[in-house]
């Protein structure tokens, strides 16, 4: 059974930083041969992708996050990292994480002074 598991999120001030974690267990053929991705969704709006991760390190960046947003992965930890600086308030949603049609429950980033 495939499993991904988000922690991290919170309620922060803008400017303020946040590190989401994902933990995979059960993907077929090992999590280092997957792509993973981190999509939000805000209140009222569709689900868009933040940042992906390919096997091969490649990376790829919503235009408004490049720059202060970081995804790596931890292949030894099956873990995916987003590392999110200089929050802003347009950047409150529920976090999920993704890879092919397995998705984990979200984790809920609040920026808000």
């Known amino acids: 059974q495939v499993q991904l598991v988000e922690s991290g999120g919170g309620l922060v001030q803008p400017g303020g930083s946040l590190r989401l974690s994902c933990v995979a267990s059960g993907l077929p053929f090992g999590f280092e041969l997957h792509e993973m991705v981190w999509y939000r969704q805000a209140p009222g709006k569709e689900r868009e992708l933040v940042a992906g991760?390919?096997?091969?390190?490649?990376?790829k960046y919503l235009d408004s996050v490049k720059g202060r947003f970081r995804i790596s992965r931890d292949n030894a930890k099956s873990t995916v990292f987003l590392q999110m600086n200089n929050l802003k308030p347009e950047d409150t949603a529920v976090y999920y994480c993704?890879?092919?049609?397995?998705w984990g429950q979200g984790t809920q980033v609040t920026v808000s002074s």
């Open positions: 991760i390919s096997i091969d390190d490649g990376r």
């Open positions: 993704n890879t092919n049609e397995f």
